[in-house]
């Protein structure tokens, strides 16, 4: 017999129960998104993307995780978009 890995494993199709239910109802200043993941020896895991500059791990997320491991994973930079400018054509003066 094969031991299960804590949070599942990739004979799960759906996360447990728990998992959904902590993703789902959890909140934390410093969380921007949560959600689930899977990591590379196939257990179900916490995804977690922090505000920048705080620290990790977050340990009121750690103290609820239960039995998943949290994979934290870096914001995407902010895109800056600038205001359009119309082009000058050859026959327009400058």
């Avoid at 299960?4 to 959890?26: A, F, M």
């Avoid at 949290?70 to 054509?89: C, H, K, M, N, S």
């Amino acid at each position: 017999m094969t031991a299960t890995p804590p949070g599942g494993n990739d004979d799960q199709i759906t996360p447990p129960g728990d998992l959904l239910q902590l993703v789902t109802t959890y909140r934390h200043p410093d969380l921007l998104e949560i959600g689930i993941t899977k990591t590379k020896h196939g257990a179900w895991a916490v995804l977690a993307t922090l505000r920048p500059g705080v620290a990790r791990p977050l340990a009121a997320l750690d103290a609820a995780r239960g039995r998943f491991e949290v994979v934290y994973e870096d914001p995407e930079p902010i895109q800056l978009g600038w205001p359009a400018t119309p082009r000058q054509t050859d026959d327009e003066e400058p």
